[in-house]
């Protein structure tokens, strides 16, 4: 099969000014309508390349999905390509911590790297894989709204989509260099809340049972299931408590992140996590669970060995592989259910969640490419 051609309208001050654009619409996971205003855009976008787009309403508070479709209209397994447009900067990040702008290779921005760069390049490679008519499958596109805080609402249409793809290909960004990324830890999310008894900290302060000093022993607890040879991290990450300074508190709250390499090890941590045990005259209430299976590598090992041979003979690129990260991602959920799932084949950057985030310019080209081959030959 001759390789199609590389979209004849690209250079690099092209995608700049066009990811720029996307960049100055924030939308982080927790406003719907900064996530709607994304979403109408990249509608529009989609309109004007001539793909045929689905916008599905959010649920539970979050923001819209969009899905596009392109390719053979058959009944066969498809291929599916998960891009997210929520970023985890709040509104404001661009006019005062991290403004849009360009320093040599790199274009700054909220999100650029995880993943607006990806998702605009992705966008633009099925455009061109859809034009070239070269696709084997249907394609399927699907923009999330929640990836970022777990992707409550989507993990039902994220699966729903997968169980009818042959392929999942995911936008994150690459890694360590433009390496994509072919297994992920599971991720579980847990509240704790601890309620001891109230008093006077001056009058009575021993008819008082201190929620604060009973979540710190439990938070000790907790923190030392870290067993880094298993590849199991737990974080307390935020905590919550008290009411005024002179008041022995009766409640404290706070959030347990858990990160596992198996299954097995998740159900395991995520039992004890569930089963913490108040001191006496406490109680303690967890919610939460497992909220992002482990991805094995194995689930995409010939989609990556494809992936490789195909940067070799067509870019002259040496693709490397992230074999696990701790990162989650929707392709976890993909990869639970054995359908080969590649990620990481987004732009390449660095500055994930930090106001330093960026993308390097150079890497759009060849990364889009990548992706319209892999849409067109699998």
């Given at each position: 099969?001759?390789?199609?051609?590389?979209p004849?309208?690209?250079?690099?001050e092209?995608?700049v000014?066009?990811?720029?654009?996307w960049l100055?619409?924030e939308s982080p996971t927790?406003?719907?309508?900064?996530?709607?205003?994304?979403m109408?855009?990249?509608?529009?976008?989609a309109?004007g390349?001539?793909?045929a787009?689905e916008?599905v309403p959010?649920?539970d508070g979050?923001?819209?999905n969009l899905?596009l479709?392109a390719?053979p209209r058959t009944g066969?397994?498809g291929?599916?390509v998960l891009?997210?447009?929520?970023?985890?900067?709040?509104?404001?990040?661009?006019a005062?911590?991290l403004?849009?702008?360009?320093e040599?290779d790199?274009?700054?921005g909220p999100?650029?790297?995880?993943?607006?760069?990806?998702a605009?390049l992705?966008?633009?490679a099925?455009a061109?894989?859809?034009?070239?008519g070269?696709?084997?499958?249907?394609?399927?596109?699907?923009f999330?709204?929640?990836?970022?805080?777990g992707?409550q609402s989507?993990?039902?249409?994220i699966?729903?989509?997968?169980?009818k793809?042959?392929a999942?290909?995911?936008?994150?960004?690459?890694?360590d260099?433009?390496k994509v990324v072919t297994g992920r830890?599971?991720?579980?999310?847990f509240d704790?809340?601890v309620?001891?008894?109230p008093s006077h900290a001056?009058?009575?302060?021993a008819?008082?049972r201190?929620?604060?000093r009973e979540?710190?022993r439990?938070?000790?607890?907790?923190?030392?299931?870290t067993?880094?040879t298993?590849?199991?991290t737990t974080?307390v990450?935020?905590?919550?408590?008290?009411?005024a300074?002179?008041?022995?508190?009766?409640?404290?709250?706070?959030?347990?992140?858990?990160?596992?390499?198996?299954?097995a090890d998740?159900?395991?941590?995520a039992?004890?996590?569930?089963?913490l045990?108040?001191s006496?005259?406490?109680?303690?209430t967890?919610t939460?669970?497992?909220n992002r299976?482990?991805?094995?590598?194995?689930?995409?090992?010939?989609l990556?060995a494809?992936a490789k041979?195909?940067a070799?003979?067509?870019?002259g690129?040496?693709?490397g592989?992230?074999?696990l990260t701790g990162?989650?991602s929707d392709g976890?959920?993909?990869?639970?259910?054995?359908?080969?799932t590649?990620?990481g084949l987004?732009?390449?950057?660095?500055?994930a969640?930090?106001?330093?985030?960026?993308?390097?310019?150079?890497?759009?080209?060849?990364r889009?490419r990548?992706m319209?081959?892999l849409l067109?030959?699998?």
């Amino acid at each position: 099969m001759t390789p199609s051609p590389t979209p004849t309208d690209f250079s690099p001050e092209r995608a700049v000014a066009a990811i720029s654009r996307w960049l100055a619409v924030e939308s982080p996971t927790d406003s719907a309508d900064g996530v709607n205003r994304m979403m109408d855009l990249v509608a529009g976008e989609a309109a004007g390349l001539n793909l045929a787009a689905e916008q599905v309403p959010g649920r539970d508070g979050f923001g819209d999905n969009l899905i596009l479709r392109a390719g053979p209209r058959t009944g066969e397994p498809g291929i599916l390509v998960l891009s997210h447009l929520d970023t985890v900067h709040p509104i404001g990040t661009l006019a005062n911590d991290l403004p849009v702008r360009v320093e040599g290779d790199r274009l700054y921005g909220p999100g650029v790297y995880d993943m607006k760069g990806g998702a605009w390049l992705a966008l633009q490679a099925f455009a061109a894989a859809s034009r070239s008519g070269l696709a084997r499958r249907p394609l399927t596109f699907l923009f999330s709204s929640d990836e970022e805080t777990g992707s409550q609402s989507t993990r039902g249409l994220i699966e729903e989509l997968g169980a009818k793809s042959a392929a999942v290909l995911v936008t994150e960004p690459g890694r360590d260099g433009g390496k994509v990324v072919t297994g992920r830890k599971g991720v579980g999310r847990f509240d704790v809340h601890v309620e001891g008894r109230p008093s006077h900290a001056g009058t009575r302060h021993a008819d008082g049972r201190n929620a604060i000093r009973e979540a710190a022993r439990l938070i000790l607890e907790i923190e030392g299931l870290t067993d880094y040879t298993r590849g199991v991290t737990t974080t307390v990450g935020t905590i919550s408590g008290g009411t005024a300074e002179n008041v022995v508190p009766q409640h404290c709250r706070f959030a347990v992140d858990l990160r596992v390499v198996t299954a097995a090890d998740g159900e395991d941590y995520a039992g004890r996590i569930l089963g913490l045990r108040a001191s006496q005259d406490f109680r303690v209430t967890v919610t939460g669970g497992m909220n992002r299976p482990p991805y094995a590598s194995q689930a995409g090992a010939a989609l990556y060995a494809h992936a490789k041979a195909l940067a070799r003979d067509e870019l002259g690129l040496d693709l490397g592989e992230v074999p696990l990260t701790g990162g989650g991602s929707d392709g976890n959920f993909t990869a639970a259910l054995g359908i080969p799932t590649l990620d990481g084949l987004g732009i390449d950057g660095d500055g994930a969640h930090t106001l330093q985030e960026y993308g390097l310019i150079s890497s759009i080209a060849p990364r889009m490419r990548l992706m319209q081959r892999l849409l067109e030959t699998l």
